[in-house]
T-cell receptor
């Protein structure tokens, strides 16, 4: 079945550090890939997405590239801020629009 | 002008009680979902409705019963609440042909 595996947290970084959160997927067909972010006490918000191989999604300084050869969609940001502290979820969606989420990675950014 | 709203935001109740959580979306979407998020933040889909019809019904105890009176609403009724039902429940919606789901703020349920 379809599934998403993302790196376990928690991840703690200092402000302005480089961020990578790894995400790999298993799917039949050609899924769309997503990163959602959940700030404390809130629901999930779409951060970025990519719908086909080699597409790059980007938003708020975050980027992720759909790599079909490595079945990956790693999230990166060059310089994190305290306000980026949140839980990040990698997810995939296939033709039947059944979305599967990874376990979530908690990021804490310290000043 | 909240897109996806849930009520109540917090719910504290005793074991064995019956409770309902309501969800409404004003985005004109035709598909709605209920997810359960446990204390470790793991997110699990419970139900999906499309145009008021049940599409996805994951392995969920039959104490949980969703009801969709119209396309804009998907309510979740839980009978005989158990300690293990304590979690955050999220409603989400999307429109056909679009994969992005939009989430509500969550309902934090605590069963004592």
């Amino acid at each position: 079945g379809n599934s998403v595996t993302q790196m376990e947290g928690p991840v703690t970084l200092s402000e302005e550090a480089f961020l990578t959160i790894n995400c790999t997927y298993t799917a039949t067909g050609y899924p769309s890939l997503f990163w959602y972010v959940q700030y404390p006490g809130e629901g999930l918000q779409l951060l970025l997405k990519a719908t086909k191989a080699d597409d790059k999604g980007s938003n708020k300084g975050f980027e992720a590239t759909y790599r079909k050869e490595t079945t990956s969609f790693h999230l990166e940001k060059g310089s994190v801020q305290v306000s980026d502290s949140a839980v990040y979820f990698c997810a995939l969606s296939t033709n039947n629009n059944d979305m599967r989420f990874g376990a979530g990675t908690r990021l804490t950014v310290k000043p | 002008d909240t897109a996806v709203s849930q009520t109540p935001k917090y719910l504290v109740t005793q074991m064995g009680n019956d409770k309902s959580i309501k969800c409404e979306q004003n985005l004109g979407h035709d598909t709605m979902y209920w997810y359960k998020q446990d204390s470790k933040k793991f997110l699990k889909i419970m139900f999906s409705y499309n145009n008021k019809e049940l599409i996805i019904n994951e392995t969920v105890p039959n104490r949980f019963s969703p009801k969709s009176p119209d396309k804009a609403h998907l309510n979740l009724h839980i009978n005989s609440l158990e300690l293990g039902d304590s979690a955050v429940y999220f409603c989400a919606s999307r429109t056909s042909g679009e994969e992005t789901q939009y989430f509500g703020p969550g309902t934090r349920l605590l069963v004592l």
